[in-house]
């Protein structure tokens, strides 16, 4: 039996393929190496995951968010060998994952915009290029971390008209101790940031929001897609939960960098089961 799994910061979609090619959808908490170690994987997989997958897994397929190299890779790998200890256990970065689901065995751009963002160039099997997506501090521009840290920033600030600085007080209650104490002492940061991006999603009618996002955006692409060579020469793709749920402004800053038609799904998880299925067909 196979087992593919995509995951993010916040959640992790997994696909059990059977011998006879039924397949199960599992889901577990987000699993990134930069801020979890093996053993906190492992308990939590232990837990969570073998219950529903049983031990007779022979391959492991991950696409992750923060693994940047063989050191963060090898995190998971072992978290999962020692569930799995028959398994081969292959990982590879969560952008590799959107390619393949997006484009399958044929070239494009593709990005991720959830958490985090990221954006690459894919030949068809591989990744040939892309650009350092730098994490919620130093880049991933327009990812629901980024957007939420700037949102904040506006709001404490008083930035935001303040008609919405009401609304935004009375749903989240925050204090700026609070919010400094989470951002930089507390795990996970950047999920604490990116729950406010659905805010702006809630109030998209509004100038405020629609410029905002739109601004994001326009930083993503010209921070990362404008970087790679030849760019307009590829179709380009979305994943993630940003791009899904803004949609509409993402398709129209596409068409302002050239790129007249744009793919985007939410999950990315069914495409990279499909992917899967046709490597064997």
Not at 42 to 50: H, I, S, T, V, Y
Not at 190 to 196: G, I, S
Request: aromatic share 12%; net charge negative.
């Amino acid at each position: 039996m196979k087992l593919i799994a995509d995951s993010g910061s916040t959640k992790t979609a997994w696909k059990l393929i059977g011998n006879s090619g039924e397949i199960k959808s599992i889901k577990t908490l987000g699993i990134n190496p930069f801020f979890r170690t093996e053993e906190d994987i492992f308990q939590e997989l232990e837990k969570q995951l073998l219950p529903e997958t049983g031990t007779e897994i022979h391959e492991i397929f991950f696409y992750g968010t923060g693994i940047i190299n063989a050191e963060k890779g090898d995190i998971i790998k072992r978290a999962l060998n020692r569930i799995y200890p028959k398994a081969s256990i292959e990982t590879y970065t969560d952008v590799l994952g959107a390619a393949r689901a997006l484009f399958g065995n044929k070239p494009g751009i593709a990005c991720i915009l959830g958490t985090g963002s990221n954006v690459c160039v894919y030949d068809g099997e591989k990744i040939t290029g892309g650009v350092s997506p730098l994490g919620f501090v130093l880049g991933d521009e327009g990812s629901g971390a980024v957007m939420g840290r700037k949102l904040l920033g506006d709001y404490f600030k008083e930035i935001m008209p303040l008609y919405l600085r009401e609304v935004f007080a009375k749903r989240f209650n925050l204090t700026r101790a609070e919010v400094l104490n989470r951002v930089y002492r507390a795990d996970k940061p950047n999920q604490y940031l990116a729950q406010f991006t659905p805010f702006l999603s809630e109030h998209i009618n509004l100038a405020y929001c629609q410029e905002f996002v739109q601004q994001n955006f326009m930083e993503f692409f010209e921070r990362n897609v404008s970087k790679l060579p030849d760019y307009t020469s590829y179709p380009i793709g979305f994943i993630g939960s940003v791009a899904w749920h803004f949609s509409e402004i993402l398709n129209s800053t596409a068409k302002t960098f050239g790129f007249e038609q744009t793919t985007i799904i939410k999950d990315p998880i069914d495409g990279l089961a499909k992917y899967y299925n046709n490597q064997t067909e």
